[in-house]
T-cell receptor, first 110, second 114 residues
Framework: QKEVEQDPGPLSVPEGAIVSLNCTYSNSAFQYFMWYRQYSRKGPELLMYTYSSGNKEDGRFTAQVDKSSKYISLFIRDSQPSDSATYLC??????????FGTGTRLKVLA | GAVVSQHPSRVICKSGTSVKIECRSL??????MFWYRQFPKQSLMLMATSNEGSKATYEQGVEKDKFLINHASLTLSTLTVTSAHPEDSSFYICSAREGTGELFFGEGSRLTVL
């Protein structure tokens, strides 16, 4: 079993839809959770960084962490074609180790 | 967010030559940087962890003599692909760990070996 599981997609949604991206994990030692957006042929861009259960909001993005269920989510409201990218979740136990999901490819249709 | 600069963004070289890629944290000090390789439509593959002032820690299967990593200062790490061959052609990405634990990535370097 992988430490971090992420559905690779692709996920296609119409413009304006609410997008839900998810990752599950098995290691209860993970304390820090991140979401990245990666456009083709570019490095990943940090969108959200959280370290506690609950919700964190930044503009159209909301990160949700449920440590009891070992489940994290990223919600994108009012999705735009420019949101089309691969979204990676990442987790860390607080050391210098980071585990990444395989990424979910998202396509927002105009 | 913090900025990590990676240079060059694209490089084409002949087989047998060496190529150096630089990774700089522009507005923070990074005691730890990471180097990844990414194949098309695949996730990041960690190659090595670079610590300032000490030897890099390589992941299993990564040839340390082939991929030389130097982290000479708190803001600069370099990856040198020595005696490059076509199979080394790939997208190489660095990241730098900020003091809070956040991880910031460079823009990536596309290496093509002819």
């Amino acid at each position: 079993q992988k430490e971090v599981e992420q559905d690779p997609g692709p996920l296609s949604v119409p413009e304006g839809a609410i997008v839900s991206l998810n990752c599950t994990y098995s290691n209860s030692a993970f304390q820090y959770f991140m979401w990245y957006r990666q456009y083709s042929r570019k490095g990943p861009e940090l969108l959200m960084y959280t370290y506690s259960s609950g919700n964190k909001e930044d503009g159209r993005f909301t990160a949700q962490v449920d440590k009891s269920s070992k489940y994290i989510s990223l919600f994108i409201r009012d999705s735009q074609p420019s949101d089309s990218a691969t979204y990676l979740c990442a987790m860390s136990p607080g050391t210098y180790k980071y585990i990444f999901g395989t990424g979910t490819r998202l396509k927002v249709l105009a | 967010g913090a900025v990590v600069s990676q240079h060059p963004s694209r490089v084409i070289c002949k087989s047998g030559t060496s190529v150096k890629i630089e990774c700089r944290s522009l507005d923070f000090q990074a005691t730890t940087m990471f180097w990844y390789r990414q194949f098309p439509k695949q996730s990041l593959m960690l190659m090595a962890t670079s610590n300032e002032g000490s030897k890099a820690t390589y992941e299993q299967g990564v040839e340390k003599d082939k991929f030389l990593i130097n982290h000479a200062s708190l803001t600069l790490s370099t990856l040198t692909v020595t005696s490059a061959h076509p199979e080394d052609s790939s997208f190489y990405i660095c990241s730098a760990r900020e003091g809070t634990g956040e991880l910031f990535f460079g823009e990536g370097s596309r290496l093509t070996v002819l």
